[in-house]
Structure formats: structure tokens, C-alpha cells
């Protein structure tokens, strides 16, 4: 009883900020947060937007069958989260004032259709991830509190849906601050009494399997790199991620922001492995994809239990807010205002029409969560139509470096083309299921398309 408090507790606080957080005074604060965010306050919520259930549950399930393989894998993500704020969060200058979604930054290299095609790519990349986030909260909830499935789904959107759509990204940049330091706390702490209960360290180190700590474990370096390079590219300048790249008071702000992020992503993701991997030691028979909540249910003391699964929820809640705003408001400013227009600029009216949208996309994601039985495929099919189609175009254009429409049109197509031909034509078998080998190929495809059709005009141009 006193869990299921803590939790309900947890639940009205996110309430709670979504309607203190509503007085928004400009569209500009409901849309991009007023860009008037600190360092520490784009750390926070750029990794609690990131750190979702895939990053948590799913790796904690991939360590606990293979070892700390996963672990260095996942370093892949770090080390794109440090580049990006080595090499591109000092380019986002030029784009702080006048843009707040990953179209309006697309539209001035490639136009309109490069707004509108963005705004699809986001639709499908961000509708994935929230349907996979609404379930997992669906699931948290039946497996602690016996909650029906279907509840804890559509209560996990009722309550998301109250802040997104009230307050926008100024109350989900409030709760993901929030959240982050809840998760941040308490993956630690799970992570010491896991150890704990184990018998310390040094047990640690002599119970599990030998191939536990190789860094290929039983699937060689073939399998380890491909694994890198997919989650280094895998999720690579999604819209919520390129977001909290304009929110920032400068882009010094945003630059150490984001690295600070890439850099406790190695230890957050370091922590998240070895609870898996003690899982495995305390109870080899247990269901991998159940290694983390077996960690919160069976090594936390009384009291702290309830904090364990609120930990969860924070974890999976951060990263759903972010891409359910992040949809919203690239459905509103890269669809529907390119085609109908803005017919009215009354703040109330856009307050209005951008709830009423962020309300209908939950209640398609919640029907989505709801109906798909295999939704971790679907989340993987999703990241498909995001990187090899966007990610070359967007750093070229964050790069200012001017082509033609057609030079993005062709390029994308021949990147998202080859990821369908390798799906429905590859005999290849990974070593590693879910790697996104057709992901990096169609971003290679893409980016020699792009380089070939940028010089070839530039040379016909001198000619």
C-alpha cells in the first residue's frame, strides 16, 4: 500500500506542474521554453528525454543475457551525444531565435517540401517511441500493482497528456529536471543494493560467467561494432534531441549542456548494464526483459521500493513527454501551417489548437500501445524513417551548406530506399538481433548521393 501511495504521489506532482506551468505568456515559451535554459537545466532534460525504457529495461534485458558487450555498445550514444556538442551545438547559432522545430531549420536549406517531409519523418520516428513508452508504463504498472493492462496504459497518458498539452515544453523541460534527478538517484541506488545483495564486488566478479566480461561476449567484434554503430546513429538528432539544441540562453550553454549529458551517459548506462548482469547471478531463470524490475522488487528495502518504481515510471514518462511535444508541435508548425496557413496569430487560438492536437496524438498513440503486441519492432521499424532520411540534409543544413531541393529530394529517397530493399531483399543474418544495419547503410547511400549531387551542380554552375 505504501508503494502504490508513493507512486500516486509521484503521479498528481506531474499534475500538479502541468497546471502551475500553463500561464504561458507567448506561444514562443509553449513551443520552444522561452530558450532561456542554462547548462544544467539542457543536461537534465536532454537525458532524461533519452534515458527511456529502451536505454533502461532494454539494456539491463540485453546484460543480463550477454554481458557487458552491450555496455561498450551503448557507448556508441555517448559518444554521438559528445560530437554533437563538440560539432554541432556550436552551429545551432544561427538557428536559436527564429527556429523551434527540426523543420524550421530544414525549410532554410530546402524550402518548403523540406519542412513538410521533416514533419513526416517526425510523425512517424516520434509516434513509434510513444506508443513503445505508453506500453512499457502500461506494463510497469500490471506487473507491481496487478493494474489491467489497458488501465495503466490510458492512466499514463491521461496524466502526461494534463502537463504536455497545458504547458508544452516549459512543463515538460519542469518535469524532465524533475525526473532526472529522481532516475539519477535511484538507478544508483538499485545498482548498490543490487551489489549488496549479491556480496559485494568481489562476488560480482568471480560468480557470473567469463564471457559476461569480454567485450565481445559469445558474438565476436563483428557483432560489437555493428551494435555501436547502431546506437551511435540509431537515434541520432531526433526531433526532441535537436530541440534542446535551440533552448539554450547561447550555444555555449547548449555545448556544455550536451556534453555534460554524453559524459553521465556513461555512467548511467554503465550502472543500468550491471544491474542486469547481477540479475542474472541472483536468479538465473528469470526472464531476461524482467532483469531491472526484478532488481527494484526483490534487492530495495522497504520504503525505498515504491521510490524504485517511481524511478521507472520517470525514466519511461521523461522520454514519452518529450516526443509527444515534440510531435505536437512539428504537426502544428511543419504540416499543418505549411499547407493551411496560420489564419490566426491570437495566442489563445494557438494555445488552443496546439492542446487540442497534442490530445488527439496521445489518444492515437494510447489506441497504438493498446492494439500492438510486438511494439519494441515497431519502435525499431520507426528509427528507420528518421536517419537515413533526415540526419545528412539536417547537418548539412545545420552546416549552412546550401543545395537544391532536388539534391535533398533524391538523396533522402535513395537513403530510405535502400533500408526497404535491404529489409525486403538482404539474405544477411546479424549476429545481433535488432541492429539496424539498413539504417547505416541508407545513411551512407544517402550521404554519397548528396555529396555526388552538390558537386555536380556546383561544378555545372562554374562551367
Not at 540479475?279 to 528495502?301: D, H, I, M, T
Request: proline share 3%; charged share 10%.
Amino acid at each position: 500500500m505504501l508503494d502504490l501511495i508513493i507512486v500516486l504521489l509521484y503521479l498528481f506532482c506531474l499534475v500538479f506542474i502541468g497546471l502551475y506551468s500553463s500561464k504561458v505568456k507567448s506561444y514562443d515559451q509553449y513551443g520552444a521554453g522561452g530558450k532561456q535554459y542554462s547548462a544544467i537545466i539542457i543536461f537534465c532534460t536532454l537525458t532524461s528525454s533519452y534515458v527511456g525504457g529502451g536505454f533502461t529495461i532494454g539494456l539491463s534485458e540485453k546484460t543480463f543475457s550477454y554481458g557487458i558487450l552491450y555496455i561498450l555498445a551503448m557507448f556508441g550514444f555517448s559518444l554521438k551525444e559528445i560530437l554533437i556538442a563538440k560539432y554541432l551545438a556550436p552551429k545551432m547559432a544561427y538557428f536559436q531565435k527564429n527556429c523551434a522545430t527540426t523543420g524550421d531549420i530544414m525549410e532554410l536549406s530546402y524550402g518548403r517540401i523540406g519542412r513538410l517531409l521533416t514533419g513526416f519523418a517526425s510523425i512517424i520516428v516520434c509516434g513509434g517511441i510513444i506508443g513503445a513508452q505508453f506500453a512499457a508504463c502500461g506494463n510497469i504498472l500490471h506487473t507491481f500493482f496487478e493494474l489491467k493492462f489497458s488501465h495503466g496504459v490510458i492512466l499514463t497518458a491521461i496524466v502526461i497528456v494534463s502537463y504536455v498539452s497545458f504547458g508544452g515544453l516549459k512543463s515538460v523541460i519542469r518535469v524532465n529536471v524533475m525526473n532526472f534527478i529522481i532516475l539519477f538517484i535511484m538507478i544508483f541506488l538499485i545498482c548498490f543494493f543490487s551489489l549488496y545483495k549479491l556480496g559485494g564486488v568481489s562476488q560480482f566478479l568471480t560468480l557470473p560467467p567469463k564471457s559476461y566480461f569480454s567485450p565481445t561476449g559469445n558474438l565476436g567484434y563483428l557483432a560489437l561494432f555493428i551494435l555501436f554503430v547502431s546506437f551511435f546513429f540509431g537515434e541520432t538528432l531526433v526531433p526532441p534531441y535537436t530541440q534542446r539544441l535551440l533552448i539554450g540562453t547561447s550555444t555555449t550553454e547548449t555545448k556544455k549542456g550536451t556534453l555534460y549529458s554524453g559524459l553521465v551517459s556513461i555512467l548511467i548506462f554503465s550502472a543500468v548494464g550491471l544491474i542486469g548482469m547481477v540479475s542474472y547471478v541472483l536468479k538465473p531463470s528469470l526472464e531476461p526483459n524482467l532483469a531491472f524490475p526484478y532488481a527494484v522488487s526483490e534487492v530495495l528495502p522497504n520504503g525505498l521500493r515504491g521510490l524504485g518504481v517511481v524511478a521507472m515510471l520517470a525514466i519511461i514518462i521523461s522520454s514519452a513527454d518529450a516526443f509527444l511535444n515534440a510531435i505536437s508541435i512539428a504537426i502544428k508548425k511543419d504540416i499543418i501551417e505549411p499547407i493551411f496557413g496560420e489564419k490566426n496569430t491570437d495566442l489563445k487560438h494557438k494555445l488552443r489548437s496546439s492542446r487540442i492536437i497534442t490530445i488527439i496524438t496521445a489518444l492515437i498513440a494510447t489506441i497504438f500501445a493498446l492494439s500492438t503486441e510486438s511494439v519494441i519492432d515497431i519502435l525499431l521499424y520507426s528509427y528507420q524513417f528518421w536517419t537515413p532520411f533526415i540526419l545528412v540534409p539536417l547537418v548539412a543544413a545545420i552546416y549552412q551548406i546550401r543545395t537544391s531541393k532536388e539534391t535533398f529530394l533524391i538523396s533522402s529517397i535513395a537513403g530510405i530506399g535502400t533500408v526497404i530493399l535491404w529489409n525486403s531483399f538482404s539474405t544477411y543474418s546479424s549476429p545481433v538481433k535488432g541492429s539496424l544495419e539498413g539504417v547505416v547503410l541508407g545513411i551512407i547511400v544517402n550521404f554519397i548521393v548528396f555529396v555526388m549531387l552538390r558537386f555536380t551542380k556546383l561544378n555545372r554552375a562554374q562551367k
